[in-house]
């Protein structure tokens, strides 16, 4: 049987109006009612609210205002369209109407998700960055196990150089290497002792990635300090999305490279390719380290940019699931 979708509102007339002519158009186009109300679901209501009554029948979709000759002409197109594709036993045919009849674990799943995705995302996030301060406090508390085994997960995922680290419950926030030029602050090299300071390059040397910290210096966060900014910027970002009603228009992706991949590409990649020991290249690009500073900042950008460029692309896409699926579920019930 056709399945003819009308997105109504209560006591709205003209809606009344077009289930009236669906009810004495059924004889002629045998067809089952799909009844949405467009204030039972935000996204039903952002998407139709103001443009109700509307009809989807098949892949047609006739919206207000509504005549009865504009409804009989689409009800018999859609029919039409149904019967042929009966006669012809397209078996993908076949399998998308048993498809849209069907409603699995699977599917309910997905909706779940399509409706909570934005909660997910920012639980994720917040997990995500919040485990690497767990591990100092853990350090700090003396549960060394479970403060180590966090540094381990982390590890694959951040080159974790202690130089490059926020630290807490210590005499500083950060240590950073001689060459970051930044004077009041005791180095890496002055708090540690691991590096040669007659080698700049020996920055890469494990230690410095191993180094978790003591009580004087204090404790290593599991991220570094750019991927902490990167993280924290995604999540406040989600928060305050979700907090606006995620009306939020997606950044433009020419302003996301320019604000986003502009200052951290070329802050990190001019530290990159001046620390390579190559004598040619050394005199291209003089050595530099970046500071704490300028890595919090351009990870922060770079985490603002890309939420701001992909969380109402996500939204965009969720919305669609949701309706689809709102609709897969009203079908459901409607032929039980």
């Known amino acids: 049987m056709l399945n003819v979708t009308l997105y109504v509102r209560k006591d709205n007339p003209a809606c009344d109006e077009v289930k009236t002519g669906l009810a004495e158009l059924r004889s002629q186009y045998p067809h089952r009612l799909i009844e949405l109300d467009v204030d039972s679901d935000a996204i039903l209501l952002e998407r139709y609210g103001a443009g109700v009554p509307v009809v989807e029948v098949g892949p047609y979709t006739l919206k207000a205002p509504i005549t009865r000759q504009k409804l009989q002409m689409t009800i018999g197109a859609a029919f ?64 060394e196990v479970p403060a180590r085994a966090i540094y381990r997960i982390y590890s694959p995922l951040c080159h974790q150089f202690g130089f490059r680290s926020f630290f807490l419950y210590g005499e500083q926030a950060f240590y950073p290497t001689q060459e970051a030029g930044m004077s009041g602050l005791k180095t890496f090299e002055q708090a540690t002792g691991i590096l040669n300071v007659d080698d700049p390059y020996s920055y890469t040397r494990f230690e410095a ?114 309706q689809y699926y709102i609709k897969k579920f009203a079908v459901h019930q409607a032929s039980e």
């Open 209 to 322: 990635r191993k180094y978790v910290g003591d009580a004087t210096v204090g404790y290593k966060v599991a991220l570094c300090e750019r991927d902490v900014a990167i993280y924290f910027a995604i999540l406040i970002f989600g928060i305050v999305y979700g907090l606006t009603g995620r009306r939020i228009k997606p950044l433009h992706w020419m302003l996301w490279l320019l604000i986003g991949i502009g200052p951290i590409g070329l802050d990190g990649f001019s530290q990159l390719f001046s620390q390579f020991n190559w004598p040619w290249l050394a005199g291209l690009i003089p050595y530099r380290e970046s500071t704490p500073y300028l890595r919090v900042l351009t990870g922060a950008l770079f985490g603002l940019a890309t939420a701001w460029f992909a969380y109402p692309n996500i939204e965009e896409s969720m919305n669609e699931t949701r």
């Open 80 to 143: 039409d369209r149904k019967t042929q594709l009966e006669k012809l036993d397209d078996p993908e045919y076949k399998m998308r109407i048993k498809k849209g009849k069907n409603v699995n674990t699977g599917d309910r799943i997905s909706f779940w998700i399509a409706k909570r995705y934005l909660l997910l995302l920012n639980l994720f996030m917040l997990l995500y960055v919040g485990l690497p301060f767990l591990a100092p406090t853990l350090m700090k508390m003396g549960a």
